[in-house]
Nanobody
Framework: DVQLQASGGGLVQPGGSLRLSCAAS????????IGWFRQAPGKEREGVSF??????FYADAVKGRFTISRDNAKNTVYLQMNSLKPEDTAVYYC???????????????????WGQGTQVTVSS
């Protein structure tokens, strides 16, 4: 049974850091691409970052602040978020893509399985 479990969210002050985890079960991470998405209140869900076969991609809004990584031994993908801003407040989701053209990593129709989401709130 394929499952993705996102965790690590919370309340943090502007400028602070959080590390999100996406723990996978039922499949081997290195066979798939994993994306992080977020949805802020009243907004559409958007792509944040993606990792596959050593390639990493980031949305312009998070470049230089967020870092995606993968630990195959733990079957877990991480999203290290630094210099957080109030506009980063959202529910963050991880999702699995069996295969996709890297240039289309933001296209949510390629993602087959989604985790349940973890809330990130950036506020003073």
């Amino acid at each position: 049974d394929v499952q993705l479990q996102a965790s690590g969210g919370g309340l943090v002050q502007p400028g602070g850091s959080l590390r999100l985890s996406c723990a996978a079960s039922g499949f081997a991470l290195d066979d798939y691409g994993i994306g992080w998405f977020r949805q802020a209140p009243g907004k559409e869900r958007e792509g944040v970052s993606f990792i596959n076969v050593g390639r990493k991609f980031y949305a312009d809004a998070v470049k230089g602040r967020f870092t995606i990584s993968r630990d195959n031994a733990k079957n877990t993908v991480y999203l290290q978020m630094n210099s957080l801003k109030p506009e980063d407040t959202a529910v963050y989701y991880c999702a699995r893509a069996p295969r996709l053209p890297f240039s289309l990593w933001r296209d949510q129709s390629y993602y087959v399985h989604w985790g349940q989401g973890t809330q990130v709130t950036v506020s003073s």
